[in-house]
């Protein structure tokens, strides 16, 4: 094999990498190998920063009680959402994620969470069943 040959297959190693990435990262993340999974979305990330898939399951990672962080939890979820924000599962994770976040804040931190929480969950309703969610109403 000539030196532009070894030149073509050592320049295309990384693309080959980091296609299985996301897919390797979701198999760990499914077996519970949430260390190894946290480390290959990250790789994946360093790579390509608007992987919407990676972004999200980091940040299920990042509010386990293993790698809580929810602060950074919930940017990669709203990264995730910015996206691709007509995933519902994207939606619902960045609910979690803030939810997490506000169950460790203060009392006023957490009355200005409630409405974020409340509205990333509501979005995650509408985008599995295309409804507006009304608030109750009682009628006597």
């Known amino acids: 094999m000539n030196v532009v040959g070894w030149v073509g297959i050592f320049l295309a190693l990384p693309l080959c990498a980091s296609a299985q990435s996301v897919e390797d990262g979701i198999a760990l993340f499914n077996k519970g190998k949430f260390a190894e999974a946290k480390t290959t979305f990250e790789s994946v990330l360093k790579q390509n920063d608007k992987n919407a ?3 999200y399951r980091l940040g299920l990672i990042l509010i386990t009680r293993r790698f809580l962080d929810a602060d950074e939890a919930v940017d990669h979820m709203e990264q995730a959402v910015e996206i691709n924000s007509m995933n519902a599962d994207y939606q619902y994770g960045l609910g979690a ?18 409405p974020k929480v409340k509205g990333a969950f509501e979005k995650a309703v509408r985008r ?12 006597r």
Do not use: C, D, M, Y
Not at 97 to 112: D, E, M, P, S
Not at 129 to 136: E, M, Q, V, Y
């Open 53 to 55: 898939e990676a972004h």
């Open 97 to 114: 994620a803030l939810g997490v976040k506000a169950q460790n804040a203060g009392v006023i931190k957490q009355a200005f969470l409630a």
């Open 128 to 139: 599995l069943t295309g409804k507006r969610i009304l608030p109750f109403s009682s009628t």
